[in-house]
C-alpha cells in the first residue's frame, strides 16, 4: 500500500513566521501536487512538480522535489491569515490513481 | 467558465438506504474522478470516468459505483448504507486521464457532506 506522510499534522502559528510542510513516502512518484482546501470548499491546486530536485515558487511558497522523487516539501515564509487552510500532497505513479497525503492543517493568526 | 458543480451541496440518509449524487465537470473536461474525504482516513480515490468508461478503481467495495454520460456528466451511487460512509464526497474534473500520470490539473468541485445516521 501506497502511503504518503505529512507532517506536522497541525500547525498553529503567528502572522509573519516562517513554516514548512513535510511529505514522504516510501514509494517513488513521476509527479507530485500541493493542493490547498479551505472549509466547504474542494482542494484547489498550488503546483505540480515532476523533476527529480525541482524547486519551484509561488510568490511566498516554496515547493521542492526530492531528488529520489519520494518526498517533497512546502515552505511559507512570513505565513499570512490567508494561508489557513488544509494543505495535501498527492502523488502519482506512472500506472496508478492519485494518493493523497495525510494532510497538514494550518492555522495562521493576526 | 464555470467550475465544478456537486449536488446535493448536504445529505442525510438513515443506514441501509442508498444514495446518488451528481457531478457536472467543467465544460469540455472529458474526466470526472470521484474521491471519498474523512477526518480518519484523509482523500482516496473512489474511480475515474472518462468517455462513459470506468478507468481506474480505487479500494472500495462494490455498494460504491459510478457512471458517466454522454455530456460527461456523472453520477455516484451508493447502497446499502452504513455509518462509516459518512464523508465528504469530492468530485474533480480534468481535461485528461488523470490516472495515465498525465498530470493534468484536476479542477474539485466543493463536495457532498453526506451524513449517514
Known amino acids: 500500500t501506497q502511503l504518503l506522510e505529512q507532517s506536522p499534522q497541525f500547525l498553529s502559528i503567528q502572522e509573519g513566521e516562517n513554516l514548512t510542510v513535510y511529505c514522504n513516502s516510501s514509494s517513488v512518484f513521476s509527479s507530485l501536487q500541493w493542493y490547498r482546501q479551505e472549509p466547504g470548499e474542494g482542494p484547489v491546486l498550488l503546483v505540480t512538480?515532476?523533476?527529480?530536485?525541482e524547486v519551484k515558487k509561488l510568490k511566498r511558497l516554496t515547493f521542492q522535489f526530492g531528488d529520489a522523487r519520494k518526498d517533497s516539501s512546502l515552505h511559507i515564509t512570513a505565513a499570512q491569515p490567508g494561508d489557513t487552510g488544509l494543505y495535501l500532497c498527492?502523488?502519482?505513479?506512472?500506472?496508478?490513481?492519485?494518493?493523497f497525503g495525510t494532510g497538514t492543517r494550518l492555522q495562521v493568526f493576526p | 467558465k464555470a467550475g465544478v458543480t456537486q449536488t446535493p451541496r448536504y445529505l442525510i440518509k438513515t443506514r441501509g438506504q442508498q444514495v446518488t449524487l451528481s457531478c457536472s465537470p467543467i465544460?469540455?473536461?472529458?474526466?470526472v474522478s470521484w474521491y471519498q474525504q474523512t477526518p480518519g482516513q484523509g482523500l482516496q480515490f473512489l474511480f475515474e470516468?472518462?468517455?462513459?468508461?470506468?478507468?481506474n478503481k480505487g479500494n472500495f467495495p462494490g455498494r460504491f459505483s459510478g457512471r458517466q454520460f454522454s455530456n460527461s456528466r456523472s453520477e455516484m451511487n451508493v447502497s446499502t448504507l452504513e455509518l462509516g460512509d459518512s464523508a465528504l464526497y469530492l468530485c474533480?474534473?480534468?481535461?485528461?486521464?488523470?490516472?495515465?500520470?498525465?498530470?493534468?490539473?484536476?479542477?474539485f468541485g466543493p463536495g457532498t457532506r453526506l451524513t449517514v445516521t
Open positions: 498527492a502523488g502519482a505513479t506512472d500506472t496508478d490513481k492519485l494518493i
Open positions: 474533480a474534473s480534468s481535461w485528461r486521464l488523470v490516472t495515465s500520470g498525465s498530470s493534468d490539473e484536476q479542477y
Open positions: 512538480v515532476v523533476t527529480g530536485g
Open positions: 470516468y472518462f468517455s462513459e468508461t470506468q478507468r
Open positions: 465544460s469540455g473536461h472529458r474526466s
